[in-house]
């Protein structure tokens, strides 16, 4: 570290980093944007110039090739690997050498899902672990203000009468963004991995316990995938003029819905209940998160309810704001720091100040192998038509249909 500031160094200059990693700066004290390494230099070199503009760093900019190069640079303090997810095993490989080779970082934080199939995601703990580098997944709905109240409430309150035994969610759009999502083999999967990971990640995080560690063992899991939507013919005609991937020979599911079966340490059944798509058509992200218990119940909402504003089609050419907003007419979410709200700014300071203490953050890659297992088992489930018990199922050499 040369200076007292935390130089986080991002991998990719992709949505989420230029959306969510690099506003929220913002909000954290003593951190600043030091390096951007990306595939095509000129989209580095525009989100340093925004960084600039917005007061978050003056990055040093990598092209394609200079990930190294990025790890050795002594104002990078962490690594945020924010690429698409085929490119986990070689990014991790890479900064793994870095560190072998005399790179001083203080930890390495990786955004969701964790990896494709779960030997890859052994494959980068392993690597990782092996060179004593503190890790984070980034999983934003646990770091989610609301999401966060919402558990610590209801567990302080609720205590006396039980345990919490259900948890819901639901989380849509209308579809991703870059043709990578859209292939299987590259995504890894399709909603169920882009989507149902943020579902299952929040509703485990909500059943468990704040103040004990362990008192919830998943046992199973039933589901269902679907495609719905896209592939359609017009709309995988669609795709394939937008994306140029061939959705309609080469699906993936654009809709899931998975109920893992849990038990606590007394051996209760707790159940979760996760569905997702991305076939929404509405006003933005649509979410409903709850969870349940013998006398109480709460909810985290983002939906048409929530605010908004309207617009009608005599003004609606140009473009939308929100993340996955479908149209630039009718009615639109009011998405005023969404990096807050949204658990970014936390999720980030969260990684940080665990790297600084050379530990790992509050979910690390161990959280995001374990919710890549329960992917990975609804996938099996769908696939078989069955139950899939997680104690009997060999999900190691496992791989999800669309990603075959
Ligand atoms: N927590 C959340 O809510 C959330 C939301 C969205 C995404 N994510 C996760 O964040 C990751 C990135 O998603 P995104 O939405 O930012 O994706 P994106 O908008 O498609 O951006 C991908 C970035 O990776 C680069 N890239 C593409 N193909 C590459 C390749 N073959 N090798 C190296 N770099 C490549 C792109 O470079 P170019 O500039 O050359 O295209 C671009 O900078 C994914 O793992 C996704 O699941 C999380």
Same mark, same amino acid.
């Given at each position: 570290?040369?200076?007292?500031?935390?130089?986080?160094?991002?991998?990719?200059? !992709?949505?989420?980093?230029?959306?969510? =990693?690099?506003?929220?700066?913002? &909000?954290? *004290? @003593?951190?600043?944007?030091?390096?951007?390494?990306?595939?095509?230099?000129?989209?580095?070199? @525009? +989100?340093?110039?925004?960084?600039?503009?917005?007061?978050?760093?003056?990055?040093?900019?990598?092209?394609? !090739?200079?990930?190294?190069?990025?790890?050795?640079?002594?104002?990078?303090?962490?690594?945020?690997?924010?690429?698409?997810?085929?490119?986990?095993?070689?990014?991790?490989?890479? +900064?793994?050498?870095?560190?072998?080779?005399?790179?001083?970082?203080?930890?390495?934080?990786?955004?969701?899902?964790?990896?494709?199939?779960?030997?890859?995601?052994?494959?980068?703990?392993?690597?990782?672990?092996?060179?004593?580098?503190? =890790?984070?997944?980034?999983?934003?709905?646990?770091?989610?203000?609301?999401?966060?109240?919402?558990?610590?409430? $209801?567990?302080?309150?609720?205590?006396?009468?039980?345990? %919490?035994?259900?948890?819901?969610?639901?989380?849509?759009?209308?579809?991703?963004?870059?043709?990578?999502?859209?292939?299987?083999?590259?995504?890894?999967?399709?909603?169920?991995?882009?989507?149902?990971?943020?579902?299952?990640?929040?509703?485990?995080?909500?059943?468990?316990?704040?103040?004990?560690?362990?008192?919830?063992?998943?046992?199973?899991?039933?589901?269902?995938?679907?495609?719905?939507?896209?592939?359609?013919? *017009? &709309?995988?005609?669609?795709?394939?003029?937008?994306?140029?991937?061939?959705?309609?020979?080469? %699906?993936?599911?654009?809709?899931?819905?998975?109920?893992?079966?849990?038990?606590?340490?007394?051996?209760?059944?707790?159940?979760?209940?996760?569905?997702?798509?991305?076939?929404?058509?509405?006003?933005?992200?649509?979410?409903?998160?709850? $969870?349940?218990?013998?006398?109480?119940?709460?909810?985290?909402?983002?939906?048409?309810?929530?605010?908004?504003? /309207?617009? *009608?089609?005599?003004? !609606?050419?140009?473009?939308?704001?929100?993340?996955?907003?479908?149209?630039?007419?009718?009615?639109?979410?009011?998405?005023?720091?969404?990096?807050?709200?949204?658990? /970014?700014?936390?999720?980030?300071? @969260?990684?940080?100040?665990? /790297?600084?203490?050379?530990?790992?953050?509050? /979910?690390?890659?161990?959280?995001?192998?374990?919710? +890549?297992?329960?992917?990975?088992?609804?996938?099996?489930?769908?696939? @078989?038509?069955?139950?899939?018990? $997680?104690?009997?199922?060999?999900?190691?050499?496992?791989?999800?249909?669309?990603?075959?």
């Amino acid at each position: 570290m040369s200076d007292s500031r935390f130089g986080i160094g991002l991998v990719g200059a !992709g949505f989420i980093s230029r959306d969510a =990693h690099a506003p929220s700066v913002d &909000y954290l *004290s @003593d951190v600043h944007i030091a390096g951007i390494q990306n595939r095509t230099r000129e989209n580095a070199v @525009d +989100l340093a110039e925004t960084c600039r503009e917005h007061g978050r760093g003056d990055p040093s900019v990598y092209g394609a !090739g200079e990930l190294a190069e990025l790890a050795h640079d002594p104002e990078v303090d962490g690594i945020w690997i924010a690429t698409p997810n085929f490119t986990r095993t070689e990014t991790v490989d890479t +900064l793994v050498d870095a560190v072998e080779s005399g790179a001083t970082l203080q930890g390495i934080a990786l955004e969701k899902p964790i990896a494709r199939t779960l030997p890859e995601a052994r494959h980068l703990i392993d690597r990782i672990e092996s060179v004593d580098l503190p =890790h984070a997944y980034l999983e934003n709905w646990i770091h989610e203000p609301d999401i966060k109240d919402l558990r610590s409430l $209801l567990w302080q309150r609720g205590r006396d009468a039980g345990r %919490p035994y259900l948890a819901r969610s639901q989380a849509e759009h209308g579809g991703p963004h870059s043709g990578w999502f859209w292939d299987g083999q590259k995504q890894g999967g399709g909603a169920l991995t882009d989507m149902l990971c943020h579902s299952l990640g929040g509703n485990d995080y909500l059943l468990r316990d704040p103040e004990a560690e362990g008192q919830l063992e998943p046992v199973s899991v039933t589901a269902d995938t679907e495609t719905l939507k896209w592939a359609r013919e *017009s &709309y995988a005609e669609e795709l394939q003029e937008r994306y140029g991937v061939d959705y309609e020979e080469h %699906p993936s599911e654009d809709y899931a819905r998975v109920t893992v079966r849990y038990e606590d340490a007394a051996g209760n059944p707790v159940v979760s209940e996760a569905t997702g798509s991305w076939c929404f058509v509405g006003s933005g992200v649509s979410r409903h998160i709850e $969870l349940l218990g013998p006398e109480y119940s709460g909810q985290v909402r983002s939906d048409d309810d929530s605010s908004s504003v /309207f617009f *009608s089609d005599a003004l !609606g050419d140009g473009d939308g704001w929100a993340e996955k907003q479908t149209a630039t007419s009718g009615r639109m979410p009011i998405a005023a720091a969404t990096v807050v709200t949204g658990g /970014f700014v936390a999720e980030n300071r @969260d990684a940080i100040r665990a /790297f600084s203490a050379g530990e790992n953050a509050t /979910f690390d890659l161990f959280d995001g192998e374990r919710i +890549l297992r329960l992917c990975m088992a609804a996938y099996k489930a769908a696939e @078989d038509g069955t139950r899939v018990e $997680l104690a009997d199922a060999s999900l190691d050499s496992y791989t999800p249909p669309p990603a075959r």
